[in-house]
């Protein structure tokens, strides 16, 4: 079983910025395609950004040029940086894992943290 535990959401100003963290338990994190998710309330959960074990990455457009996601592999660590933040980006953001065989459906998801960006 592996443990997602996101980190770093909170309050910001709109145009600020956050780097919210997501720690994976267990040793084959490598092979993981990891994402970041995110649901605003009384919304669906919606895809924020993917990037795979090869470090190919892919944004919602709502978010490219803004979001980067980037991974540590060493450190079983997924990062999504957040610039030029929007009151519309304002949801509990979800770290997602997939393991081999991938497909569409992520296998571990975290419990989430919470990002208010106030206008």
């Known amino acids: 079983q592996v443990q997602l535990v996101e980190s770093g959401g909170g309050l910001v100003q709109a145009g600020g910025s956050l780097r919210l963290s997501c720690a994976a338990s267990?040793?084959?994190?490598?092979?993981?395609?990891m994402g970041w998710y995110r649901q605003a309330p009384g919304k669906q959960r919606d895809m924020v950004a993917i990037i795979t074990s090869g470090g190919t990455t892919n944004y919602a457009d709502s978010v490219k040029g803004r979001f980067t996601i980037s991974r540590d592999n060493a450190k079983n660590t997924v990062y999504l940086q957040m610039n030029s933040l929007k009151p519309e980006d304002t949801a509990v953001y979800y770290c997602?894992?997939?393991?081999?065989?991938?497909?569409?459906?992520?296998?571990?998801w975290g419990k989430g943290t919470l990002v208010t960006v106030s206008s």
């Open positions: 267990g040793s084959i994190f490598s092979i993981f395609r």
């Open positions: 997602a894992a997939d393991k081999p065989p991938y497909s569409a459906r992520m296998d571990y």
